[in-house]
Protein backbone atom coordinates (compact mmCIF):
# COMPACT_ATOMS: atom_id res chain seq x y z
CA UNK A 1 0.00 0.00 0.00
CA UNK A 2 0.95 3.66 -0.98
CA UNK A 3 2.25 5.95 2.17
CA UNK A 4 1.52 9.05 1.06
CA UNK A 5 -2.53 7.85 1.26
CA UNK A 6 -4.34 7.73 4.85
CA UNK A 7 -6.39 4.17 4.49
CA UNK A 8 -5.00 2.06 7.21
CA UNK A 9 -4.73 5.38 10.05
CA UNK A 10 -5.79 3.50 13.22
CA UNK A 11 -6.40 5.02 16.51
CA UNK A 12 -5.89 3.06 20.40
CA UNK A 13 -6.33 4.51 23.66
CA UNK A 14 -4.96 2.69 26.52
CA UNK A 15 -4.01 3.58 30.23
CA UNK A 16 -6.08 5.15 32.87
CA UNK A 17 -8.49 1.90 32.09
CA UNK A 18 -9.73 2.72 29.32
CA UNK A 19 -9.52 1.60 25.99
CA UNK A 20 -10.76 2.67 22.19
CA UNK A 21 -14.00 0.33 21.78
CA UNK A 22 -13.59 -2.29 19.31
CA UNK A 23 -16.07 -2.49 16.61
CA UNK A 24 -15.28 1.21 16.00
CA UNK A 25 -15.03 2.34 11.92
CA UNK A 26 -12.78 4.84 11.60
CA UNK A 27 -12.83 7.61 9.12
CA UNK A 28 -10.83 10.03 9.24
CA UNK A 29 -8.42 12.31 11.23
CA UNK A 30 -8.02 16.08 11.24
CA UNK A 31 -5.07 17.24 13.60
CA UNK A 32 -5.33 20.99 15.16
CA UNK A 33 -3.09 23.05 16.02
CA UNK A 34 -0.31 20.23 16.22
CA UNK A 35 3.06 21.16 17.22
CA UNK A 36 1.96 25.13 17.22
CA UNK A 37 4.71 27.60 18.67
CA UNK A 38 4.30 31.30 19.02
CA UNK A 39 6.84 33.39 18.01
CA UNK A 40 7.00 37.11 19.43
CA UNK A 41 8.49 40.31 17.75
CA UNK A 42 11.52 41.21 19.28
CA UNK A 43 11.46 44.00 17.08
CA UNK A 44 12.05 48.31 18.35
CA UNK A 45 11.87 51.38 16.80
CA UNK A 46 15.63 50.93 16.04
CA UNK A 47 14.97 47.21 14.06
CA UNK A 48 16.27 47.94 10.45
CA UNK A 49 15.32 45.80 7.98
CA UNK A 50 13.39 42.58 8.96
CA UNK A 51 11.70 41.64 11.68
CA UNK A 52 13.70 40.08 14.28
CA UNK A 53 11.52 37.56 16.06
CA UNK A 54 12.30 34.74 19.07
CA UNK A 55 10.23 31.66 19.17
CA UNK A 56 9.07 29.66 22.26
CA UNK A 57 11.12 26.47 23.85
CA UNK A 58 7.51 24.78 24.84
CA UNK A 59 5.06 23.94 22.00
CA UNK A 60 1.54 23.42 22.13
CA UNK A 61 0.65 19.47 21.65
CA UNK A 62 -2.76 20.74 19.95
CA UNK A 63 -5.06 18.03 19.43
CA UNK A 64 -7.25 15.72 16.28
CA UNK A 65 -10.54 15.22 15.14
CA UNK A 66 -11.42 12.32 14.92
CA UNK A 67 -14.52 10.97 12.54
CA UNK A 68 -16.17 7.77 13.50
CA UNK A 69 -19.41 6.04 12.31
CA UNK A 70 -21.61 6.45 15.34
CA UNK A 71 -23.15 3.29 16.77
CA UNK A 72 -25.44 4.04 19.49
CA UNK A 73 -25.26 0.85 20.81
CA UNK A 74 -21.08 0.93 21.16
CA UNK A 75 -19.74 3.94 23.95
CA UNK A 76 -16.43 4.33 21.88
CA UNK A 77 -14.34 5.46 24.86
CA UNK A 78 -14.22 7.12 28.52
CA UNK A 79 -14.87 10.33 28.61
CA UNK A 80 -13.36 10.61 32.22
CA UNK A 81 -11.70 13.66 33.06
CA UNK A 82 -8.58 11.33 33.58
CA UNK A 83 -5.48 11.73 30.56
CA UNK A 84 -5.41 8.44 28.32
CA UNK A 85 -2.53 7.84 26.20
CA UNK A 86 -3.35 7.69 22.90
CA UNK A 87 -1.90 6.54 19.69
CA UNK A 88 -2.21 7.02 16.08
CA UNK A 89 -0.47 4.62 13.75
CA UNK A 90 -0.27 5.60 10.09
CA UNK A 91 0.45 3.90 6.94
CA UNK A 92 3.87 2.17 6.88
CA UNK A 93 3.59 1.56 11.09
CA UNK A 94 4.94 5.35 12.01
CA UNK A 95 3.21 6.23 15.28
CA UNK A 96 2.36 9.15 17.23
CA UNK A 97 1.55 8.96 20.80
CA UNK A 98 0.09 11.44 23.28
CA UNK A 99 -1.67 11.88 26.52
CA UNK A 100 -5.36 13.51 25.95
CA UNK A 101 -8.96 14.05 26.58
CA UNK A 102 -11.73 13.62 24.67
CA UNK A 103 -13.18 16.87 25.07
CA UNK A 104 -16.25 16.89 22.31
CA UNK A 105 -18.24 14.36 20.79
CA UNK A 106 -21.24 15.14 19.65
CA UNK A 107 -23.21 12.45 17.25
CA UNK A 108 -24.62 13.44 14.15
CA UNK A 109 -27.90 11.49 12.67
CA UNK A 110 -29.25 13.08 9.44
CA UNK A 111 -32.16 11.99 7.34
CA UNK A 112 -31.18 9.22 4.89
CA UNK A 113 -27.36 9.47 6.06
CA UNK A 114 -25.01 7.21 7.68
CA UNK A 115 -24.82 8.48 11.34
CA UNK A 116 -21.21 9.87 12.09
CA UNK A 117 -19.26 10.94 15.04
CA UNK A 118 -16.73 13.71 15.43
CA UNK A 119 -14.72 14.09 18.49
CA UNK A 120 -11.71 15.88 19.69
CA UNK A 121 -8.72 14.67 21.83
CA UNK A 122 -6.61 17.32 23.47
CA UNK A 123 -3.19 16.77 24.02
CA UNK A 124 -1.31 17.36 27.10
CA UNK A 125 2.46 17.06 27.01
CA UNK A 126 4.84 15.85 24.76
CA UNK A 127 4.10 13.85 21.32
CA UNK A 128 6.76 10.73 20.98
CA UNK A 129 6.72 8.16 18.35
CA UNK A 130 8.54 7.00 15.21
CA UNK A 131 7.05 9.77 13.71
CA UNK A 132 8.31 12.01 16.20
CA UNK A 133 12.17 10.69 16.07
Known amino acids: MATDIGTGTTIAASSGGSTFASGIKVLGFAFTDTFNRNTHDMSSMGTTGGRIKTIDDTYDPGGVDVTI ?14 AVTWTITFPGNETMIADGWVTNYPPNAQF ?3 MEMTFHIEFT ?8 S
Open 69 to 82: LFDPAIVPFATSAT
Open 125 to 132: GSITGTLM
Open 112 to 114: EER
